[in-house]
């Protein structure tokens, strides 16, 4: 579970700060986020349309902290107009933080949640959160921490990081919470001795479900194969959904039109994705 986070306003910025980090010279530098990104020290990471990705270290409270602070555009008009109606794009990702929190379901430390509105119109939001040490993501993880391993204790590590993951993705899901882009830069892997921990992040696409349907379902195991399980091969493909589906990989029809299931709908996407590079019509991706 998340700390209550101390709410502040200062100058036209709300912000949502978590306890640890409400010290005063920290909260009157949140009001004006932009500014992280002007600092010297601060390495862009992503700049797109909608989002813009910074990493930098600050003092707080007289502490170091390694951050990431992400923008969200309010980038067109439609967007701006629904905007007093919704949560803004921190705002969801502080909530998706909590939903994961009281799942018991790891990620970054969220700092804070900071909006920039106008009579209620959406200008800017901004998520920061705490840099996880040692981090690296899904695929990186296994491509260079995993894969060099010989001899069967690298069979074993590899089996055990599918188990694992396949855990991660079964904990979500029987608790009824859909991540919308659970893919494996979404996932960062921390190696131990032997055994790996897993935190999940971009996390305004999180949500708690009544139900958690089949094909929300499907849809995340699709962004796994489409990314991660590129990188696989068979055995270990089925070793992950061994582990995903429990006792219920025992039934062969089940478990074949699981597989089936997750193949057809990957391949919808790739070929969607092809049409749109090339610039064909009816481009966009087909929802799973």
């Known amino acids: 579970m998340l700390p209550e986070f101390v709410q502040r306003r200062v100058g036209g910025a709300m912000i949502?700060?978590?306890?640890?980090?409400?010290?005063?010279?920290?909260?009157?530098?949140?009001?004006?986020?932009?500014?992280?990104?002007?600092?010297?020290?601060?390495?862009?990471?992503?700049?797109?349309?909608?989002?813009?990705?910074?990493?930098?270290?600050?003092?707080?409270?007289?502490?170091?902290?390694?951050?990431?602070?992400?923008?969200?555009?309010?980038?067109?008009?439609?967007?701006?107009?629904?905007?007093?109606?919704?949560?803004?794009?921190?705002?969801?990702?502080?909530?998706?933080?909590?939903?994961?929190?009281?799942?018991?379901?790891?990620?970054?430390?969220?700092?804070?949640?900071?909006?920039?509105?106008?009579?209620?119109?959406?200008?800017?939001?901004?998520?920061?959160?705490?840099?996880?040490?040692?981090?690296?993501?899904?695929?990186?993880?296994?491509?260079?921490?995993?894969?060099?391993?010989?001899?069967?204790?690298?069979f074993r590590r590899r089996r055990g990081f599918l188990g694992a993951l396949a855990g991660l993705f079964r904990a979500l899901h029987e608790q009824n919470i859909y991540h919308d882009d659970l893919k494996d830069a979404n996932i960062l892997a921390v190696g131990g001795a032997a055994v790996e921990s897993f935190f999940l992040l971009d996390l305004e696409g999180v949500r708690r479900c009544a139900r958690l349907s089949a094909r929300r379902r499907i849809k995340n195991l699709v962004q796994l194969e489409r990314t991660f399980g590129r990188g696989l091969g068979r055995s270990e493909r089925l070793a992950f959904l061994k582990c995903y589906l429990?006792?219920?990989?025992?039934?062969?029809?089940?478990r074949r039109r699981t597989i089936a299931a997750v193949l057809a709908a990957a391949g919808r996407v790739d070929r969607a994705k092809a049409r749109a590079a090339r610039g064909e019509s009816g481009s966009a991706p087909s929802r799973i």
């Open 16 to 154: 949502r700060v978590h306890p640890a980090f409400a010290d005063a010279a920290f909260v009157e530098r949140l009001a004006d986020a932009d500014g992280f990104f002007r600092d010297p020290g601060c390495e862009i990471v992503k700049d797109q349309k909608k989002i813009k990705v910074g990493r930098l270290a600050v003092q707080v409270a007289g502490a170091r902290r390694a951050l990431y602070v992400k923008r969200y555009n309010a980038f067109s008009l439609r967007y701006k107009i629904g905007s007093p109606f919704a949560l803004s794009g921190a705002r969801r990702a502080l909530r998706g933080a909590a939903i994961l929190g009281a799942a018991k379901i790891a990620t970054a430390t969220p700092v804070a949640a900071v909006e920039h509105r106008s009579a209620g119109i959406l200008q800017k939001s901004f998520f920061i959160s705490e840099e996880i040490a040692g981090g690296a993501t899904a695929d990186r993880y296994w491509r260079e921490t995993l894969r060099p391993i010989p001899g069967r204790a690298g």
């Open 246 to 254: 429990g006792a219920s990989f025992a039934e062969r029809r089940f």
